[in-house]
């Protein structure tokens, strides 16, 4: 845990000192409108990462691309009949997505369609129909194309203080309610079914948390896009899940590295002239997912490889020992010299570094034509044959002797896995 | 190949007939939109049964990247112009289906994170990564984020390659030509020269103002021929989808027992030697290639509603592969025909939605006198894709929700006559007879109302199952062997 932590805190340095470090190092000027992109991109990253390990951990995390492509004839409506007031846009997109999921729903438990075509059809139809609406609110098709890009693809330049202020608004009542019904959606999250025999209302929380989610799409619909939501969405949950087990590290692990993204996308995009922000927010956290995947610890694919790898040297290094342990045994002297060439032939090649390996520990020595045991080698596989045959006879004897079930593992040293008084009795058995 | 398939079509109709039916938006943009649906229908099938949907909802936004990057090469590698409808499209395309499809595996089978959100980890960043190229390389490659995103099947029969049959011969026009427009030309005067044309040294040249070399029909439209040529102007977007349709249709009929194989059971197919992953990718590469040459004409978000919604209707329809492909391809094809019409405001020709738009103008909201319906036409298609879902969804024979319904409301009935008849079997010839039989508390042991228990001994009755002696509902003879045929029919079940 405390390598995780410093680990954690290696990553995380750089994230919280990237607006400093971006002032010197790429020379980025913090006039007004690019503090107004920086906090509303942090704070939106902030708001869709906590709600995106929900996504992520229900296996939701796609209903982020449904529900952002379903907002678009609600906020065509809105727009239609309230004018450009993004109030009234959040309101409208908020009842298409929240109409899209109830639908989506209904198509999954009344038919035999699963989840993805469900989704599916909820995102191409409502998009479809938005298209249409929109194409309509402009009065010839052709004018379609004006106001769609920034639906989108997003504009964070054009955010001004006053989204800023809205944005944060929402997003301190989204973590509150979050807060406020952490048990029920941990549970939702978790054990739906173990919720609905316990009487929550699992088909409400459910409806609940993907309104939730829906608010946090439309507001980031302005600054990252519609194609684009998504990523937000996932790739903080994503990287989040990789340094803990923990739900609650993991909630606020997310939104921190969705913060991170957000600033980031923001001041790259002030740093190289012309680079939009919505897809550099998604580079950046989709290098933090690449980043979280590889060097997180425990699960991280680096980690897992070196652990492998030990391992297998591990192994390799017992079986010598136990084989050249067993061959001198049957030759009736321990410190008989069994030839290299056998060695190399039974293990591969792998085993020259390791035999040079127990060497150097001096459990073996080298002869001109083959290894032999040291006297402190021959205690050594003594051990290491003893642990196995008292694995082997765990095997047989598990039930007989009702000892617990753990793993098989020949590696490990049986006396740290099972209870005192079944190991002398398989002692004695060996015996 | 289009030269020869316009010698096809002129079997059967003459050159004039087949330039005003390729002259007709209406015609032109259905048959493009129908050989989208059928495109997409074909391939949406298998999309759907192998629970991959939503891949080409990422397939179709990836397929971006793949045209960046295919421009970019054209540009900056081969010093090309960069041509929407070039080959290397195609071939970028389905490089970036494939490549999607690959690093959504590669991030799954890493074990560290599910498969949605491979999937929704990996198509956005690639997205991302074109939005920023296109904007990075935004002034040499002349390529718009909209045009890809937003298609215009209306304007797909003005795009067009000219063919000509007859009187194609170019025309040239010298200056002795009759239709030549011939004139003199001061070359030393002023501006550029010191004089003015009536000054004896100004010198004057025979020029021609037309001549030149034209084409037949330029030539026709000027007048300089009589008669006119035999020209057919042939859509480009009708042979790129053509082709891609064919392509579709042929891998599907060709490999239809491996598809089929590897769709419902990929580890035999892969014990029998089929390589059902090979296939996989094949079907991803042809997803982002028919998504690459519908983009032109629907735009990448709506091309999805092509793949999916048809086919899901159909999934709803029938429990047969084969029927399943050529029922998704009509509705496709259906729903491009009518929203055509949609997209004018005619709903089938049931109802005019400019009716609707003036009653809510008038009633409701303020519409600023905006009251005629038309819109963008691939989304009114794909409106209809969605509407014809949502029949089949309420009143497919097999799995609708009234079908359901009924289905259910019959068996619940059954359930109830039988648990009746059960209970009269059951406490029939005993002694508490009297207790559990009598028609005015039989209703509480079987904890139904006391209406309900009416009408179901009524229902009984009518049908001789059950009579009703001494105010205790006695079984049948009917009654009996109906009971014991039901009794048996459990047991072998």
Not at chain 1, 139 to 152: P, T, W, Y
Not at chain 2, 361 to 379: E, F, M, R
Request: glycine share 8%; charged share 15%; net charge neutral.
């Amino acid at each position: 845990m405390t390598k995780n932590h410093t680990m954690l805190s290696a990553l995380l340095v750089p994230m919280v000192t990237i607006i400093p470090l971006s002032a010197v190092l790429f020379d980025v000027e913090f006039d007004y409108n690019l503090r107004m992109v920086l906090l509303g991109a942090s704070i939106l990253g902030l708001v869709t990462g906590v709600l995106g390990s929900f996504a992520v951990l229900r296996r939701q995390s796609l209903l982020g691309d449904t529900l952002s492509h379903a907002a678009l004839p609600g906020v065509v409506i809105a727009f239609m009949l309230m004018g450009r007031e993004l109030g009234w846009l959040l309101i409208g997109a908020g009842i298409a997505g929240w109409l899209g999921t109830v639908l989506m729903n209904m198509i999954i438990r009344t038919t035999r369609i699963k989840q993805d075509a469900a989704l599916g059809i909820v995102l191409a139809v409502f998009f479809g129909t938005g298209m249409a609406l929109l194409s309509y609110s402009q009065g010839h098709e052709d004018a379609s194309r004006a106001g769609l890009d920034k639906f989108i693809f997003g504009q964070a330049a054009a955010i001004v203080e006053r989204d800023v202020l809205m944005v944060s608004g929402v997003a301190i009542v989204v973590l509150l309610i979050i807060g406020l019904f952490w048990k029920e959606f941990k549970l939702l999250t978790f054990d739906s079914e173990f919720a609905s025999t316990n009487g929550f209302p699992v088909w409400f929380l459910d409806l609940f948390l993907s309104t939730l989610i829906v608010v946090s799409i439309v507001l980031g619909l302005q600054l990252a896009g519609v194609i684009l939501m998504v990523g937000m969405l996932i790739a903080p949950g994503v990287a989040a899940r990789q340094w803990t087990n923990n739900l609650s590290s993991m909630v606020i692990l997310s939104g921190l590295f969705g913060a991170a993204a957000g600033a980031s996308g923001a001041v790259f995009s002030a740093a190289a002239e012309g680079l939009p922000t919505g897809p550099l927010i998604i580079v950046a956290a989709s290098l933090i997912v690449i980043v979280s995947l590889l060097f997180a610890p425990e699960r991280g694919l680096i980690w897992r490889w070196w652990n492998q790898r030990q391992d297998q040297q591990q192994f390799l290094s017992e079986s010598l020992l136990a084989d050249i342990y067993r061959l001198a045994e049957k030759h009736g002297s321990t410190t008989y010299l069994v030839p290299h060439g056998m060695l190399t032939h039974l293990h591969g090649r792998a085993a020259r570094k390791v035999l040079r390996e127990l060497a150097a520990h001096r459990l073996l020595e080298k002869q001109a034509t083959g290894w032999r045991l040291t006297a402190q080698g021959v205690i050594q596989a003594e051990k290491v044959e003893r642990n196995r045959q008292l694995w082997k006879l765990y095997r047989l004897y598990r039930d007989e002797f009702e000892a617990p079930p753990v793993v098989e593992n020949f590696q490990q040293d049986i006396r740290e896995v099972l209870p005192r008084e079944v190991v002398t009795r398989l002692e004695r058995l060996l015996a | 190949m289009e030269r020869l398939l316009i010698d096809l079509l002129l079997n059967f109709m003459s050159a004039e007939q087949l330039y005003d039916a390729l002259d007709d938006p209406r015609m032109v943009a259905i048959l493009i939109g129908a050989m989208v649906a059928v495109s997409g229908a074909l391939l949406g099938t298998f999309l759907l049964l192998r629970h991959m949907a939503l891949t080409s909802d990422a397939i179709s936004h990836t397929v971006l990247l793949g045209i960046v990057v295919a421009f970019i090469v054209m540009v900056y590698g081969l010093d090309q112009e960069a041509d929407i409808s070039s080959p290397w499209l195609i071939v970028g395309a389905a490089l970036s289906g494939v490549l999607t499809v690959y690093l959504t595996e590669l991030i799954f089978r890493s074990g560290l994170v599910k498969e949605d959100a491979a999937l929704g980890l990996a198509f956005p960043l690639l997205f991302a990564i074109a939005i920023i190229l296109i904007s990075r390389y935004a002034d040499d490659i002349h390529l718009d984020e909209d045009t890809v995103m937003v298609g215009e099947i209306g304007v797909a029969w003005a795009n067009a390659n000219e063919h000509c049959f007859a009187n194609c011969e170019e025309v040239v026009i010298t200056p002795d030509h009759p239709k030549a427009e011939t004139g003199r030309q001061c070359i030393n005067c002023k501006p550029s020269g010191p004089y003015s044309p009536r000054d004896p040294e100004a010198i004057f040249k025979e020029i021609c103002s037309n001549c030149g070399t034209y084409p037949a029909s330029i030539a026709y439209t000027r007048g300089y021929i009589d008669t006119s040529p035999q020209i057919v102007l042939w859509p480009r977007a009708i042979t790129t989808m053509g082709v891609i349709t064919l392509v579709n249709a042929l891998f599907v009929l060709l490999l239809y027992k491996e598809l089929k194989l590897a769709t419902f059971d990929a580890g035999l197919a892969a014990a029998l030697g089929f390589r059902p992953g090979l296939l996989h990718y094949a079907l991803m590469a042809l997803v982002s290639v028919t998504a690459v040459g519908a983009f032109d004409a629907v735009g990448a978000v709506l091309v999805v509603a092509f793949f999916i919604v048809p086919a899901a209707t159909a999934y709803l329809l029938t429990d047969r592969l084969w029927r399943m492909l050529v029922l998704s391809s009509f509705i496709g094809a259906l729903a491009a025909y009518t929203g055509y019409d949609l997209a004018r405001g005619d709903f089938l020709g049931i109802y005019n939605l400019d009716k609707l738009l003036v009653f809510l103008d008038k009633h409701v909201l303020d519409l600023g006198g905006n009251t005629t319906w038309n819109v963008h036409i691939a989304s009114a298609m794909v409106m209809m894709t969605g509407f014809f879902f949502l029949l089949a969804w309420v009143v497919s024979p097999r799995y609708g929700l009234v079908s359901n319904t009924i289905r259910r409301m019959v068996q619940r009935r059954r359930f109830r006559e039988q648990l009746l008849l059960m209970h009269i079997h059951n406490h029939e010839n005993t002694e508490n007879a009297n207790r559990e039989l009598a028609l005015d508390t039989l209703h509480m042991h079987l904890n139904w109302s006391e209406n309900h228990l009416k009408r179901m001994v009524a229902r009984l009755r009518s049908r001789n199952l059950v009579r009703v002696q001494n105010n205790l509902v006695i079984m049948t003879d009917r009654g009996e062997r109906l009971l014991q045929k039901i009794m048996q029919e459990r047991i072998s079940a």
